[in-house]
C-alpha cells in the first residue's frame, strides 16, 4: 500500500509506462504531450474540460480491452478506492444518461452520450528525475496530475460530475454517486443563523453552471460561461448539430434568469465572499470538515490536505457561499474558498439532476508554482 507521494509517484510512473509501452505508431501521437513546463508552451495540459467533448488524448474506443485496463490502473493510482469508485460509476452513467434522452443526443460524434470517450494524455516521460504528468477526462471527469523529481506535487484541477446525479435502483434505491457532496453542504448552511444566512446565500437564485468555468486560470470577476463555449472547437462542422447545442445552452441560462447583477454578485472573487469558519459553532465546523473531505479524500490519503483542515487557523479562513433555494431537490450552487482553496458546486440542470463539483487550488493547478521552482532550479 502507497504511502508517500513518492510511492504515489513511482506507481503512477509505472502504470504509465506500462500503457505506454502498449501502444503502437498510430495510439503514440494521440496519447503523448510536450513535457511540462512553466509558461505558454505549456497550454494544452493546462486544458481541461468537463462537457462531453474531445478532452485530448487517446480515448478508450482506439484502445484494446488490455489497453483499457491499463488506463484504468493509472486512473487508480490517483485516487483513494471512493475516489475511483466514483469515476468509474460516472463513466457508467453515459448509458444511463442516452437511456435518459431517449438514445438520440449526438453533439459531434456518432455518439453523443458514450462510455467509451473517455481520453488519457500523458505528457513527459514518466521517471523518477524532471516533471511529467498526466490528464484523464471525458463528460463529467477531468483528472489532472504532475509530478517533478519523483514526486507528486498536484491533482488540481478535480473534476467529478453525475448526470443525472439521482437515478432509481432496484428495491427502492437510489443511485447518488454525489450525495454527500450535496446534502452536506446543504446542511451546514441550513444551520446558519438568520443573519449568518443573509451573508452566505449570495442570491436566491441559482446561476446554470459553476462560476469559474473550465478556465486555465481563475482570476478576479469571472463568470458563468454558457454551455455552448465549453467545448474543445469553437463549433461543430454539422450546423444542424450546432443548432441544438446552442438552444440547448440557451435554454440553461434562460431557466436561470440572471441578470448582469445577478452574475455580478456570484462571480468570482479574490476575496472570499460568504461566512467565514471562524464564525462556524463546534457542530458546524464539524460539518464543514465532513464536507471538505468529500474533495480531499478523493484523492489518496497521502496527497490529501484533509489533515491540515484539523489546524483551527486553517478552517477559520475557509468561507462557504450559496446560491439558489435550500429546499432539497431545487436548483443551487455553492462555493468553499480560502487560502490555496476553490471548491464549487452546482446542481441545477435538468430539473436540479445534473451535478458538478470541482476543487481547484488558484495559485498552483497544474502544478503552476512547482514547475516555476523547478525550472528557475535548472536554469542555474
Given at each position: 500500500?502507497?504511502?508517500?507521494?513518492?510511492?504515489?509517484?513511482?506507481?503512477?510512473?509505472?502504470?504509465a509506462?506500462?500503457?505506454?509501452?502498449?501502444?503502437?505508431?498510430?495510439?503514440?501521437p494521440?496519447?503523448?504531450?510536450?513535457?511540462?513546463?512553466?509558461?505558454?508552451?505549456?497550454?494544452?495540459?493546462?486544458r481541461w474540460?468537463?462537457?462531453?467533448?474531445?478532452?485530448?488524448?487517446?480515448?478508450?474506443?482506439?484502445?484494446?480491452?488490455?489497453?483499457?485496463?491499463?488506463?484504468?490502473?493509472l486512473?487508480g493510482?490517483?485516487?483513494?478506492?471512493?475516489?475511483?469508485?466514483?469515476?468509474?460509476?460516472?463513466?457508467?452513467?453515459?448509458?444511463?444518461?442516452?437511456?435518459?434522452?431517449?438514445?438520440?443526443?449526438?453533439?459531434?460524434?456518432?455518439?453523443?452520450?458514450?462510455?467509451?470517450?473517455?481520453?488519457?494524455?500523458?505528457?513527459?516521460d514518466?521517471?523518477?528525475?524532471?516533471?511529467?504528468?498526466?490528464?484523464?477526462?471525458?463528460?463529467?471527469?477531468?483528472?489532472?496530475n504532475?509530478?517533478?523529481?519523483?514526486?507528486?506535487?498536484?491533482?488540481?484541477?478535480?473534476?467529478?460530475?453525475?448526470?443525472?446525479?439521482?437515478?432509481?435502483?432496484l428495491?427502492?434505491?437510489?443511485?447518488?454517486?454525489?450525495?454527500?457532496?450535496?446534502?452536506?453542504?446543504?446542511?451546514?448552511?441550513?444551520?446558519?443563523?438568520?443573519?449568518?444566512?443573509?451573508?452566505?446565500?449570495?442570491?436566491?437564485?441559482?446561476?446554470?453552471?459553476?462560476?469559474?468555468?473550465?478556465?486555465?486560470?481563475?482570476?478576479?470577476?469571472?463568470?458563468?460561461?454558457?454551455?455552448?463555449?465549453?467545448?474543445?472547437?469553437?463549433?461543430?462542422?454539422?450546423?444542424?448539430e450546432?443548432?441544438?447545442?446552442?438552444?440547448?445552452?440557451?435554454?440553461?441560462?434562460?431557466?436561470?434568469?440572471?441578470?448582469?447583477?445577478?452574475?455580478?454578485?456570484?462571480?468570482?472573487?479574490?476575496?472570499?465572499?460568504?461566512?467565514?469558519?471562524?464564525?462556524l459553532?463546534?457542530?458546524?465546523?464539524?460539518?464543514?470538515?465532513?464536507?471538505?473531505?468529500?474533495y480531499?479524500?478523493?484523492?489518496?490519503?497521502?496527497?490529501?490536505?484533509?489533515?491540515?483542515?484539523?489546524?483551527?487557523?486553517?478552517?477559520?479562513?475557509v468561507h462557504?457561499?450559496?446560491?439558489?433555494?435550500?429546499?432539497?431537490?431545487?436548483?443551487?450552487?455553492?462555493?468553499?474558498?480560502?487560502?490555496?482553496?476553490?471548491?464549487?458546486?452546482?446542481?441545477?440542470?435538468?430539473?436540479?439532476?445534473?451535478?458538478?463539483?470541482v476543487?481547484?487550488?488558484?495559485?498552483?493547478?497544474?502544478?503552476?508554482?512547482?514547475?516555476?521552482?523547478?525550472?528557475?532550479?535548472?536554469q542555474?
Amino acid at each position: 500500500m502507497t504511502t508517500t507521494r513518492a510511492e504515489i509517484a513511482a506507481a503512477m510512473a509505472d502504470a504509465a509506462t506500462a500503457w505506454l509501452d502498449s501502444l503502437d505508431d498510430t495510439q503514440r501521437p494521440d496519447a503523448t504531450g510536450a513535457v511540462p513546463e512553466d509558461g505558454e508552451a505549456d497550454g494544452e495540459r493546462r486544458r481541461w474540460f468537463y462537457t462531453p467533448t474531445d478532452h485530448g488524448g487517446l480515448d478508450l474506443h482506439r484502445q484494446s480491452p488490455t489497453q483499457q485496463r491499463a488506463v484504468m490502473r493509472l486512473v487508480g493510482t490517483g485516487l483513494s478506492q471512493a475516489g475511483y469508485v466514483t469515476v468509474a460509476t460516472t463513466m457508467g452513467l453515459e448509458n444511463v444518461l442516452d437511456h435518459v434522452e431517449g438514445f438520440v443526443t449526438r453533439f459531434d460524434r456518432e455518439r453523443g452520450r458514450d462510455p467509451g470517450l473517455y481520453y488519457l494524455r500523458v505528457f513527459g516521460d514518466p521517471g523518477p528525475s524532471g516533471a511529467w504528468g498526466w490528464r484523464f477526462g471525458g463528460h463529467h471527469v477531468s483528472l489532472n496530475n504532475l509530478v517533478v523529481d519523483g514526486e507528486l506535487v498536484s491533482t488540481t484541477p478535480c473534476f467529478m460530475g453525475a448526470d443525472p446525479a439521482s437515478s432509481p435502483l432496484l428495491g427502492g434505491g437510489v443511485n447518488r454517486p454525489l450525495a454527500r457532496v450535496e446534502d452536506l453542504a446543504r446542511e451546514l448552511v441550513a444551520s446558519l443563523t438568520a443573519e449568518q444566512q443573509e451573508r452566505a446565500i449570495l442570491l436566491a437564485k441559482a446561476p446554470s453552471d459553476f462560476v469559474t468555468a473550465n478556465r486555465s486560470v481563475v482570476s478576479e470577476g469571472d463568470r458563468v460561461i454558457p454551455l455552448a463555449g465549453i467545448w474543445r472547437d469553437e463549433r461543430f462542422p454539422d450546423d444542424v448539430e450546432q443548432e441544438k447545442l446552442q438552444k440547448l445552452s440557451d435554454a440553461i441560462d434562460t431557466a436561470a434568469d440572471y441578470t448582469d447583477e445577478d452574475h455580478e454578485l456570484v462571480a468570482y472573487s479574490h476575496e472570499p465572499r460568504g461566512v467565514a469558519g471562524r464564525e462556524l459553532d463546534p457542530p458546524q465546523r464539524h460539518l464543514l470538515r465532513r464536507l471538505l473531505s468529500t474533495y480531499f479524500d478523493r484523492v489518496p490519503e497521502a496527497v490529501s490536505p484533509m489533515s491540515t483542515y484539523d489546524d483551527d487557523a486553517r478552517l477559520d479562513a475557509v468561507h462557504v457561499a450559496w446560491a439558489g433555494s435550500l429546499e432539497a431537490g431545487a436548483p443551487h450552487y455553492y462555493r468553499l474558498q480560502g487560502p490555496g482553496l476553490l471548491i464549487e458546486w452546482d446542481n441545477t440542470q435538468r430539473g436540479a439532476n445534473h451535478a458538478h463539483s470541482v476543487w481547484r487550488d488558484p495559485d498552483a493547478d497544474f502544478g503552476a508554482d512547482v514547475l516555476a521552482e523547478h525550472h528557475a532550479r535548472h536554469q542555474h
